[in-house]
Nanobody, 122 residues
Framework: QVQLVESGGGLVQAGGSLRLSCAAS????????MGWFRRAPGKEREFVAA????????NYEGSLKGRFTISRDNAKNTVYLEMNSLKPEDTAVYYC???????????????WGQGTQVTVSS
């Protein structure tokens, strides 16, 4: 079993930056692909980014590539999401997840965090 806890969310002005963290506990997430998803108010959960266990492969939702960066530190059992040039439409609850399979597919993820709120003001 893997438990995931997100942190780092908050209120930020448009154009600003924020770094989210996802700490794993209960068991190491060795071998798992880690992903970030988000759910805006009234919308379905959508893929943001994913990273392979080794960190050698990353995937991003097309419109976010260049603004968001995913990374992981397996020694710390932590995954990060660096968000830059934030826009009001980035406002959402952000979730981290661990799983196997296709990186950008929601159903590939077995474990989920509870989410952290990110609010971007204009």
């Amino acid at each position: 079993q893997v438990q995931l806890v997100e942190s780092g969310g908050g209120l930020v002005q448009a154009g600003g930056s924020l770094r989210l963290s996802c700490a794993a506990s209960g068991r190491t997430f060795s071998g798992y692909t880690m992903g970030w998803f988000r759910r805006a108010p009234g919308k379905e959960r959508e893929f943001v980014a994913a990273i392979s266990w080794s960190g050698g492969r990353t995937n991003y939702e097309g419109s976010l590539k260049g603004r968001f960066t995913i990374s992981r530190d397996n020694a710390k059992n932590t995954v990060y999401l660096e968000m830059n040039s934030l826009k009001p439409e980035d406002t959402a609850v952000y979730y981290c997840a661990a799983g196997v399979g296709a990186a950008g597919v929601l159903g590939s993820y077995r474990y989920w965090g509870q989410g952290t709120q990110v609010t971007v003001s204009s």
